[in-house]
């Protein structure tokens, strides 16, 4: 089945670690997204990238880094730069890097901070 | 940039009846308006979309509006069931992203 696969589905980290979540698609598509979600706050950007080898900043870049060394594969890290970490963080990927057709998301990826 | 703005942020709706959700952008170059379900600990699913050359469009018990003069659009959930309890989330995409509305809890009480 095609589709968009995050891993891992929960993750625990402490204070002044990086880490890496993988987000990997076997759908063909251009574009990919990071968002991160917060109660109440909706779905934020972070990163997207429209190519491979080619991404910009969202909304909320600061702290998070990006690849996008293969079209199927669009890692996120959250560094230690990023305040706030403990989040729901959620992939997704478009046909269309023109942003006009419809958003396939992952199941998101949970990162708790101790 | 693009505000979407969502209400409300909280709806509970005896079965059966109907459940509408509203939401405003603020970009007029905006084309595209989506609409997400979210499930408790998953990713959110497409339920219905619309393009900004439609003023309506309707899926069995789903329906989406859109005003472009106004600026805003609506889903509209008829003969609402248990299982259409969930987090809502409209958006509005004018070219490369989208932008989204802040959610809205859906309960449906059996």
């Known amino acids: 089945d095609g589709g968009i696969t995050q891993s891992p589905k929960y993750l625990f980290r402490k204070e002044g670690q990086n880490v890496t979540l993988s987000c990997e698609q076997n759908?063909?598509?251009?574009?990919m997204y990071w968002y991160r979600q917060d109660p109440g706050q909706g779905l934020r950007l972070i990163y997207y990238?429209?190519?491979?080898?080619?991404?910009q900043k969202g909304d909320i870049a600061e702290g998070y880094s990006v690849s996008r060394e293969k079209k199927e594969s669009f890692p996120l890290t959250v560094t230690s730069a990023q305040k706030n970490p403990t989040a729901f963080y959620l992939c997704a990927s478009t046909e269309s890097p023109r942003g006009t057709g419809e958003l396939f998301f992952g199941e998101g990826s949970r990162l708790t901070v101790l | 940039g693009e505000n979407v703005e969502q209400h409300p942020s909280t709806l509970s709706v005896q079965e059966g009846d109907s459940a509408v959700i509203k939401c405003t952008y603020s970009?007029?170059?905006?084309?595209?308006f989506p609409w997400y379900k979210q499930e408790l600990g998953k990713g959110p699913q497409l339920i219905i979309d619309?393009?900004?050359?439609?003023g309506e469009k309707k899926d069995q018990r789903i329906a989406v509006t859109l005003n472009k003069t106004a600026k805003h659009f609506s889903l509209h959930i008829t003969e609402t069931q248990p299982e259409d309890s969930a987090v809502y989330f409209c958006a509005a995409s004018n070219s490369n992203q989208f932008y989204f509305g802040t959610g809205t809890s859906l309960t449906v009480i059996p």
């Open positions: 990238s429209q190519i491979v080898n080619d991404f």
């Open positions: 970009d007029s170059a905006s084309n595209y």
């Open positions: 619309i393009r900004s050359n439609v």
């Open positions: 759908l063909n598509h251009d574009a």
